[in-house]
Nanobody, 127 residues
Framework: QLQLVESGGGLVQPGGSLRLSCAVS????????IGWFRQGPGKEREGVSC????????KYADSVKGRFTISRDNAKNTVYLQMNSLKPEDAGVYYC????????????????????WGQGTQVTVSS
């Protein structure tokens, strides 16, 4: 049974950094595409970044390009999202998601492509 557990969220001031982790269990990570998504209050869930099963192909939402970096350690079954220069509009619940058959990069920022989701971790950006 595939399970994803996010961690690393918290309160950070604008301009600060956080690193989110997504620990994957029950499967071998290197077979799965991983996406990071976020959902702010009253907003739809949006794709932030995604990463092919090998880690060789990545995609970012325009709003986070140059500030966020996705990476994975398949040996540790963990995917990371390094978030720098955080802005108040980056706040929300961040989720990681996994699936086997997602076209990267064409469709990997669409939440509808993923069957497996973590429970989310809250990110608050405020002074």
């Amino acid at each position: 049974q595939l399970q994803l557990v996010e961690s690393g969220g918290g309160l950070v001031q604008p301009g600060g950094s956080l690193r989110l982790s997504c620990a994957v269990s029950g499967v071998t990570l290197d077979a799965y595409v991983i996406g990071w998504f976020r959902q702010g209050p009253g907003k739809e869930r949006e794709g932030v970044s995604c990463n092919s099963s090998s880690g060789g192909v990545t995609k970012y939402a325009d709003s986070v390009k140059g500030r966020f970096t996705i990476s994975r350690d398949n040996a540790k079954n963990t995917v990371y999202l390094q978030m720098n220069s955080l802005k108040p509009e980056d706040a929300g619940v961040y989720y990681c998601a996994a699936d086997l058959d997602v076209q990267v990069p064409n469709w990997c920022l669409s939440p509808y492509e993923y069957d497996y989701w973590g429970q989310g971790t809250q990110v608050t950006v405020s002074s």
